[in-house]
């Protein structure tokens, strides 16, 4: 079951809720773009852009317009599993924000390391998409390190 899958806290309320947090935080520049099947949050914190982006449910899917048994979904049942799963996804959004937030303040990780992903780089693409082929290319290669070194000593 997703996480929140029965919030009741609407997509609104969260947008504010990530909204105060970010900015008791210290963030500046903070925005939200949308579009029908994606989402895009934005903030500046500690001289950082962060960028999250948050996938958002087609309100066309199969799984909102019909039933587990295959039947159509009224219009306002439809509407009504689709709201519910986009209230899902932002408290989602939120709690990773918040928990990213906490490990910074608890001194757990730096904040670098904690958005490292979602930083921005000066040619628009996040840290992650710099990086994530070169991983998936290590790993396909086998030119990643042992995970422990041989021992020394022939033993």
């Known amino acids: ?4 899958a029965t919030t009741s806290v609407s997509v609104s309320k969260t947008k504010g809720e990530i909204d105060g947090l ?3 935080h210290k ?7 949308e579009e029908r099947t994606r989402a895009m949050l934005v903030f500046e914190m500690s001289e950082r852009r962060i960028v ?9 899917d199969k799984e909102f317009v019909m039933t587990a048994r295959g039947k159509a ?6 509407l009504a599993a689709w709201e519910q799963a986009c209230r899902s996804r ?29 930083i921005q780089m000066p040619d628009g693409h996040s ?11 290590a790993y396909e290669t086998g030119t990643m390190q042992p995970l422990l070194p041989a021992p020394k000593g022939g033993a």
């Open 52 to 60: 999250f982006h948050l996938p958002l449910p087609d309100q066309l």
């Open 27 to 33: 963030a500046a520049g903070f925005g939200v773009f």
């Open 1 to 4: 079951m997703a996480y929140a």
């Open 90 to 118: 932002w408290r989602a959004l939120f709690l990773c924000i918040k928990a990213k937030l906490e490990s910074i303040e608890s001194g757990i990780e730096s904040f670098e390391d904690a958005f490292l992903a979602h």
């Open 127 to 137: 840290v992650s998409e710099h990086v994530k082929p070169r991983i998936a290319q």
């Open 73 to 78: 979904r009224s219009a306002d049942a439809a």
């Open 22 to 24: 970010l900015r008791k």
